[in-house]
């Protein structure tokens, strides 16, 4: 690949950069974005090669484009690059939601849906913007492509050939199950860790409350600290999966608190052990 364009030079987009960067052979990196200031940044820290301000001239000659933008602006960043597009562009994204995307992306390019796939990687940080982009971000991390029947194999091969040049492990499922795995095991823990962030914040003594607060509140809040907007977008868009998830939850928090009503030691032990066990094989699992 010659040229890659990525609208959204922010964490994501932007350790996608400096990953391809490192390679013998890296892309010319031309980043487009909602702001003229964050894309100096980009090229001002050596990040992407050229910005552009005009999507025709970005795209007429992308061989891979990476949208790398909140979920929320896919949509509108699709209906500008569809007039330019060539027959053998590849278009994927980088959401962290999947079956709103392929439904706008069908929606909106039409017959070219099939240069199009849908990505995610299982990679952030609680700090967003191009500053913190790292280029070993993807090293060792999940990809998750989400074809569908209509996706060409030249674009399945680009996009893979992409997230391997960045270090991660790809691998491919269906845009619903994607979407109710993460719900249950990323987008809930994050709705948690702002409700509860929240919740003690608006607490008349919340002052006294955050002061003594210490491992144990900053290791389960931690992800409260990531980007408002992208959770906006990420929450709204996998609602369906995310409500069910929260009832589930509710449903545990319901045993749990009934359990302490009781003073049901035996049972809360036996939840408290369940959990432990889990997390811990889990733990060992990624070593």
């Known amino acids: 690949m010659k040229t890659i364009v990525i609208f959204g030079v922010g964490l994501i987009g932007g350790s996608v950069a400096l990953a391809l960067k490192k390679t013998g052979h890296a892309p010319t990196i031309v980043g487009v974005g909602r702001s003229v200031e964050s894309l100096n ?37 699709l209906q500008s690059i569809k007039p330019h597009l060539n027959k053998d562009t590849v278009i ?25 796939i849908g990505g995610h990687p299982i990679a952030g940080a609680e700090k967003s913007g191009v500053s913190a982009a790292k280029s070993d971000l993807f090293v060792g991390k999940n990809v998750v492509l989400t074809p569908t029947p209509a996706t060409n194999i030249h674009a399945a091969h680009r996009a893979t050939q992409l997230w391997q040049a960045c270090g991660a492990k790809v691998s491919e499922m269906s845009a619903e199950n994607h979407d109710a795995i993460f719900a249950a095991v990323s987008h809930l823990p994050h709705l948690l860790a702002f409700a509860l962030v929240d919740d003690i914040a608006s607490r008349p003594n919340a002052e006294q409350l955050f002061s003594f607060a210490a491992s144990g509140f900053r290791d389960f809040t931690r992800i409260a600290g990531s980007h408002p907007e992208m959770w906006r977008d990420i929450s709204l868009a996998n609602k369906t999966a995310l409500l069910s998830e929260i009832s589930a939850f509710e449903s545990e928090l319901t045993q749990l608190k009934q ?7 035996t049972g809360i032990q036996a939840l408290f052990e369940r959990a432990s066990v889990a997390r811990n094989n889990w733990a060992e699992s990624k070593k």
């Not at 359990?259 to 030691?265: G, I, R, V």
């Open 259 to 265: 359990l302490l009503a009781n003073e049901d030691a």
């Open 41 to 77: 940044q980009a090229l001002e820290l050596g990040v992407i090669d050229a910005l552009e301000t005009n999507v025709q001239a970005a795209c007429s000659d992308a061989d891979l484009i990476l949208i790398a933008a909140p979920v929320a602006q896919t949509s509108a960043i």
């Open 92 to 116: 994927t994204d980088a959401g962290s939601t999947k079956s709103d995307v392929l439904s706008a992306a069908q929606a909106i390019l039409g017959e070219q849906f099939n240069q199009f």
